[in-house]
């Protein structure tokens, strides 16, 4: 096993950031390591960023991750992607949603939505590794686009050494009994 890994979730409220780094931070448990969590959401109902720090190591002294420190960044969404990128040490992991949500600023006309282009090069130049995942678009195939938080843990979880077993236990221990089915094919689709 590594002997760390430090993982930074971004999204925006509504997204299920927050149950992500739940399920996250158990798994890490369950691995065998010491774990710490951090969460940042303050104007999350409305819309607003929602980040959360979640660690895996021997022992964690700190929830929070330094600047350049982070191992994979998770993003649920490619504006918070962007807004989180530098938070990446050099070699590090971005999986990023397809999925684009514009910020208010940008519905009313006062600033523009960076071109994919602008997106790509932003994330090339830092990342050592971009994993695209077209979230959204998957988990409405499943019927409920809501689950594609957990689209985005299988993603993840196809980059770490942790058995498939552990990750659906803890997602039907995390979510209601009548969404179990669901987020199990959701997470199996993300890890493909």
């Given amino acids: 096993m590594k002997q760390k890994n430090d993982f930074l979730l971004a999204g925006v409220g509504g997204q299920g950031t927050l149950l992500a780094s739940n399920i996250l931070a158990e798994v890490g448990l369950r691995a065998g390591y010491d774990v710490k969590k951090s969460e940042v959401h303050g104007m999350a109902q409305r819309g607003g960023s929602v980040i959360s ?3 895996w190591a021997d022992k964690v002294y700190s929830p929070l991750i330094g600047q350049g420190e982070v191992d994979y960044l998770l993003a649920f969404e490619r504006l918070e992607a962007l ?10 992991i971005l999986i990023v949603s397809e999925h684009g949500i514009p910020p208010i600023s940008v519905t009313a006309g006062k600033d523009q939505y960076p071109t994919d282009e602008q997106i ?7 990342a050592g590794k971009v994993i695209w995942v077209p979230s959204v678009r998957l988990a409405e195939e499943l019927g409920n686009a809501r689950v594609h938080n957990v689209i985005m843990l299988g993603a993840l979880s196809a980059q770490l050494d942790v058995d498939e077993q552990v990750w659906l236990e803890v997602i039907e221990q995390r979510v209601p009994a009548r969404f179990v089915e669901l987020n199990r094919k959701a997470f199996l689709r993300g890890r493909k």
């Fill in 83 to 92: 807004r989180y990128v530098e938070q990446l040490r050099p070699g590090g």
């Fill in 53 to 55: 720090h979640v660690r």
């Fill in 120 to 126: 790509r090069r932003a994330f090339d130049a830092v």
